[in-house]
């Protein structure tokens, strides 16, 4: 039987199991025994979602497991304590047999990270830098303030998908091609 925990402990650091066990641990990532707090707007949290149902989709089609911004990795050699929630991923097939009751140890083959309005670009370097040394295949990193989708694959090859353009998803994900505006919402009039 395991205890849930309301804060984290009185101690300094904490663990991955103590994360996990802390009743609100999925607004924390953990980066040398240190909650490292994920806050997403709402326009970060809907451009979110959109990713990862275009990931489902493609999952659903044509194998491979879809996450959204929930599921943790514990996946990295250097730092096995490091715990990180990217804002969806995808493992492909063949590579995942069953699913943990915890964080997922599988590097996965694309993550993405949207940017959200409290987050400092070199912090999103740095994960984005965590990731590929990880190994990584792709990222993905969405900034819903210029409509833009910065790519990343583990040759560090870099390149920006503005809104008229379109994404696909590379050796990771064959035949996976959506429009980047279709991941932004539409601008809409509200009515009183």
Request: glycine content about 16%; aromatic content about 12%.
């Given at each position: 039987m395991s205890t849930v925990l309301d804060a984290p402990p009185a101690h300094s650091t904490i663990t991955p199991d103590e994360l996990l066990q802390m009743v609100n641990g999925d607004h924390?990532?953990?980066?040398?025994?240190?909650?490292?707090?994920?806050?997403?707007?709402?326009?970060?949290?809907?451009?979110?979602?959109?990713?990862?149902?275009?990931?489902?989709?493609?999952?659903?089609?044509?194998?491979?497991?879809?996450?959204?911004?929930?599921?943790?990795?514990?996946?990295?050699?250097?730092?096995?304590?490091?715990?990180?929630?990217?804002?969806?991923?995808?493992?492909?097939?063949?590579?995942?047999?069953?699913?943990?009751?915890?964080y997922l140890t599988a590097v996965p083959d694309l993550v993405v990270e949207v940017v959200s309005p409290n987050d400092v670009y070199c912090d999103v370097e740095s994960k984005i830098d965590e990731y590929l040394n990880a190994g990584v295949e792709l990222v993905w990193v969405v900034n819903p303030a210029n409509r833009s989708i910065r790519v990343f694959q583990s040759v560090r090859v870099v390149h920006e998908i503005t809104s008229s353009g379109t994404l696909d998803g590379a050796d990771v994900m064959p035949g996976f091609v959506c429009e980047v505006r279709s991941l932004f919402p539409a601008e809409q009039v509200a009515t009183p």
């Open positions: 924390f990532e953990l980066v040398d025994g240190q909650l490292v707090q994920r806050n997403m707007g709402a326009l970060s949290g809907w451009v979110g979602g959109e990713m990862f149902a275009q990931i489902r989709e493609y999952a659903r089609q044509h194998g491979g497991w879809a996450f959204g911004d929930g599921v943790g990795y514990q996946c990295y050699s250097d730092n096995p304590e490091k715990v990180r929630k990217p804002d969806a991923s995808f493992i492909k097939p063949g590579r995942l047999n069953s699913l943990p009751d915890g």
